[in-house]
């Protein structure tokens, strides 16, 4: 069983940065896929970035330029950087673990920010 624990969230005012981290346990991490996705109240989770387990990236258009994912294998951990952060940026942000077709969420950390 995997566990996915978030931290890194917060209250940041516009035009603000924040880093995410999410450590997963277990022995597979450095053999998965892992991404972020995010959910506003009212709206659908969707996808933020994305890692290989070789470290390609893809990232929702809409935060080409400022959303940054990496890994780092050594400590199970996958980031999100997020710069010039907007109040559309608001919502819960989920991590997520791929692999053999099995997917693992964490329980999600808050990011708000404020105008």
């Known amino acids: 069983q995997v566990q996915l624990v978030e931290s890194g969230g917060g209250l940041v005012q516009a035009g603000g940065s924040l880093r995410l981290s999410c450590t997963a346990s277990?022995?597979?991490?450095?053999?998965?896929?892992m991404g972020w996705f995010r959910q506003a109240p009212g709206k659908q989770r969707e996808l933020v970035a994305t890692i290989t387990s070789v470290g390609r990236t893809n990232y929702a258009d809409s935060l080409k330029g400022r959303f940054t994912i990496s890994r780092d294998n050594a400590k199970n951990t996958v980031y999100l950087q997020m710069n010039s952060l907007k109040p559309e940026d608001t919502a819960t942000y989920y991590c997520n673990l791929m692999y053999r077709g099995v997917s693992y969420w964490g329980q999600g950390t808050q990011v708000t920010v404020s105008s």
């Open positions: 277990g022995s597979i991490f450095s053999l998965a896929a």
